[in-house]
């Protein structure tokens, strides 16, 4: 697997952020790589950190969105977006590092809720 930094999927991420009034989130601690050679179907993962970093070496929560190049790079400007807004919906109000499955009992991150905000931002 080879990473590199995503400078243009972070750019895209810092201004998506305020357009969905995702005020929990801080722009300056989510980092984005893009990886070749990922042996999974995913389009893009996010990865957070856990409390034990914060609790132990007191490092704040920060999150990685990783976008795997071979699927990512082929999608529609409008798929990346959607893309990227399933990846922000997984972090939670409290920034802690955790992360939001796909169903809770207070959210749903799927196509429909992510089509919902994009069409409220576009």
Request: a positive charge; aromatic letters at 6%.
């Amino acid at each position: 697997m080879i990473y590199e930094k995503a400078l243009d999927v972070e750019k895209r991420i810092r201004k998506l952020i305020p357009l969905l009034n995702f005020t929990h989130i801080d722009p300056l601690r989510i980092h984005c790589i893009r990886s070749q050679k990922t042996h999974n179907r995913a389009i893009a993962r996010i990865w957070g950190m856990a409390k034990l970093f914060k609790e132990v070496a007191g490092i704040d929560p920060h999150y990685i969105i990783e976008v795997i190049s071979e699927r990512y790079d082929k999608q529609s400007e409008r798929e990346k977006i959607k893309t990227l807004i399933h990846e922000l919906m997984h972090i939670p109000k409290t920034f802690s590092g955790a992360l939001l499955s796909h169903r809770g009992p207070h959210h749903k991150i799927n196509d429909r809720t992510v089509e919902k905000l994009l069409r409220e931002i576009t």
